[in-house]
RNA sequence: GGCGGGAUGGCAGAGUGGUUAUGCAGCGGCCUGCAAAGCCGUGUACGGCGGUUCGAUUCCGCCUCCUGCCUCCA
C-alpha cells in the first residue's frame, strides 16, 4: 500500500511521511494575523490545510493539529488606533468573525489555537537563550535583533543567499540593526503602545518569534509538519528557522508544506490594486445555503501546490459540479455508512490519489466516476461510499434536498404552485402547467417531474 | 540583479515517451405531455523553434509570454 508522500519544502522533493513519534501526526499552521476579516486567499490556505489534517486522522495518525492566532501585531495596533478600540477589542472581534468563517467553509477546528498573548515568557525565553548563544543583540533603539549572519543554516529553507538578497530596496532599513537582513525579536513599546514588561524594558514581540514559541509549546519540536502559503517562506519561516535551531531545537519542523496563491486575473491579490474580495464578500454573492461547500469545493478542486485563479464564473462552475454530486445522492439515497474498505476500487483510487501529496484533482476525479456509476447502478452502496469518501475531506455530508433546494424562496410558495400545476396536468392542462413552470423558473426554481406523479425543485 | 513557479481543448483541471484523465459548458440520441435530472455518444488540446528517439504534449537546449519571492503579505 503506497503510503503518504508529502511534498517538502527542505528538498523540494516528495518524501514519504513519517512522523516523529509513530502514529502521532504534530501539524503546526501558521494562522491568521487578527486585524482583518480574511480574505479569499487566506480562506484557501486554511482550506488546505484543514483538507490536510482530516486526511492525516483517516490515514489513522493521532493528529495534532495547531493553528495559532496572532493577536498581537504592528497592523493590529495601528487598525485599532484608526478605529480608536483597544487592540484586545480588535483582536478578540476579529478572532470571533473568523471563527465564523471558517464554520462557513466547513473546516474543524484546530485542537489547539493558542494566542500570541498568552506566550510572551515563552518568546522572551527563547530571546534570552539565542541572546546567550550570541545570536541576538540589543541595538540602541531599545530593539533586539536576530543576527542573521551568525546562524549557519540560514537560507537553507528558502534557498537564499545571502548577499543574494536586496534587503531595504523595499522598505527601509532601520539603522540600529548591524546587518540589514537582521529581524526584530523584540520591540521597545513607543509611547500608547501595547507592551509587556521585559529585561530589555516594555515592548512587544516581533513578528517571527511567537510561532517557534507556540510550536514548540504546543507540540514540542521537532513538529512533522508546518505549514502555510508561499509567501511565508521567506522571511517568516526561514526566521523561525533561523530562531528554533539557533536556539537548539534541531530540526524544528521536519517537513515544510507551502500552498499556492489564489490569484485574482492571474495576480496576486492585494489590497493596492484593488483586486481583493473577503470571504465574506464571496459568500455573500452566493447562495447562503450552497456557497459554503462550493467555495471549499473551488478551493480544493485543483491541486494545493498549483496556483489557481479567482473569478466568479469559475466560483459558479464549481457550484454546477457540486451539485452533481448532491443530484447523485439524492436520487439514489445512500446505505448506511460502514467502514469503507480502502483496499480496493474506487476508495483505493482516490485513497491513493490523496496519498500522492494530497492529490485532491485526481481524487475528485475518482469520485466523478464513483458518481456517475451510483447514477447508473442505483446502488445504495455505492453512493453511501460516494458519501463516505467525499467526507474524508469535508464534502456531500449536507442533506441533498436541503443543498439542492439552496436557501429561502422568500414569499414564494413552491409547493403550492407545484401542486396548482399537477392539477393542471391531471386535467391535461399542459399550457397552464408550463406557465407555472415557467414562472418558477423565472423565480430560479427548476421542476423535476418524477415517476409516480411526483415532482421535486431545485435551486437553478 | 538573485532565486522560483507556470504556459494543456470554450472554461476549469490532471497526467503520461506510444493507447491522449476528470468536470463544467455545448451538440446529438434515449427517456419525458413538454421539461429537468440521468444514461449513451460527441470534441485528436498540449506556447514557439530546434535536438534525442522508431515515436515527445511528456526528455534536453534555446526563445516568447505570464507570474511569485528578495523583511506588509495566506
Not at 509513530?22 to 480562506?43: E, F, M, R, W
Not at 493521532?62 to 484586545?88: C, L, Q, S
Not at 489547539?112 to 522572551?124: F, G, I, S, W
Request: include cysteine; glycine fraction near 8%.
Amino acid at each position: 500500500m503506497p503510503s503518504l508522500q508529502i511534498f517538502n519544502t527542505l528538498s523540494r522533493s516528495k518524501e514519504p511521511f513519517v512522523p516523529h513519534r509513530p502514529g502521532k501526526a504534530s501539524l503546526y499552521v501558521c494562522g491568521p494575523t487578527v486585524y482583518d476579516l480574511i480574505h479569499i486567499g487566506n480562506a484557501r490556505t486554511f482550506t488546505t490545510f484543514d483538507m490536510v489534517s482530516r486526511w492525516l486522522r483517516v490515514s489513522g495518525f493521532d493528529v495534532t493539529y495547531v493553528r495559532n492566532i496572532t493577536d498581537i501585531d504592528d497592523k493590529i495596533i495601528e487598525r485599532a488606533k484608526e478605529k480608536g478600540v483597544a487592540f484586545g477589542e480588535l483582536a478578540e472581534s476579529m478572532a470571533t468573525a473568523f471563527r465564523e468563517d471558517c464554520e462557513r467553509l466547513s473546516l474543524l477546528p484546530p485542537d489547539r489555537e493558542p494566542r500570541a498573548t498568552k506566550y510572551v515568557d515563552a518568546m522572551l525565553g527563547l530571546i534570552a537563550t539565542l541572546e546567550s548563544k550570541g545570536l541576538a543583540y540589543r541595538a540602541d533603539n531599545g530593539d533586539v535583533y536576530y543576527s542573521v549572519r551568525d546562524f549557519a543554516g540560514y537560507g537553507k529553507l528558502s534557498r537564499r543567499n545571502l548577499d543574494d538578497l536586496r534587503a531595504g530596496e523595499r522598505v527601509a532599513v532601520e539603522a540600529a540593526k548591524r546587518d540589514p537582513l537582521d529581524f526584530a525579536l523584540w520591540k521597545a513599546a513607543k509611547p500608547g503602545e501595547p507592551s509587556w514588561p521585559s529585561a530589555y524594558g516594555a515592548g512587544r514581540p516581533g513578528w517571527h518569534i511567537e510561532c517557534s514559541a507556540m510550536s514548540a509549546g504546543e507540540v514540542g519540536t521537532p513538529v512533522d509538519l508546518h505549514g502555510g502559503a508561499v509567501d511565508l517562506q521567506f522571511p517568516h519561516h526561514e526566521n523561525e528557522v533561523a530562531q528554533s535551531e539557533g536556539a537548539g531545537h534541531v530540526p524544528f519542523a521536519r517537513c515544510w508544506m507551502h500552498g499556492a496563491f489564489l490569484n485574482m486575473d492571474s495576480e496576486k491579490m492585494s489590497k493596492s490594486l484593488g483586486n481583493f474580495h473577503t470571504l465574506r464578500d464571496v459568500l455573500g454573492q452566493l447562495d447562503a445555503v450552497q456557497g459554503g461547500e462550493s467555495t471549499r469545493f473551488f478551493l480544493l478542486r485543483g491541486h494545493y501546490r498549483s496556483e489557481i485563479n479567482f473569478s466568479w464564473d469559475t466560483l459558479a462552475d464549481a457550484g454546477n459540479t457540486l451539485r452533481g454530486f448532491y443530484t447523485a445522492l439524492r436520487e439514489v439515497p445512500p446505505a448506511p455508512p460502514k467502514a469503507i474498505d480502502w483496499d480496493a476500487g474506487y476508495a483505493k483510487r482516490f485513497r491513493d490519489a490523496m496519498n500522492d501529496d494530497f492529490d485532491t484533482p485526481i481524487a475528485f476525479a475518482v469520485l466523478h466516476e464513483l458518481r456517475t456509476e451510483v447514477n447508473r447502478t442505483k446502488s445504495a452502496e455505492l453512493s453511501a461510499l460516494l458519501k463516505a469518501l467525499g467526507g474524508t475531506i469535508g464534502f456531500l455530508q449536507a442533506d441533498p434536498e436541503t443543498f439542492l433546494q439552496g436557501a429561502s424562496t422568500g414569499a414564494l410558495d413552491v409547493q403550492a404552485r407545484i401542486d396548482e400545476r399537477n392539477a393542471a396536468k391531471k386535467a391535461k392542462d399542459f399550457p397552464k402547467a408550463d406557465a407555472i413552470r415557467k414562472e418558477l423558473e423565472a423565480a430560479g426554481i427548476v421542476l423535476e417531474d418524477k415517476p409516480g406523479g411526483i415532482t421535486e425543485w431545485r435551486r437553478k
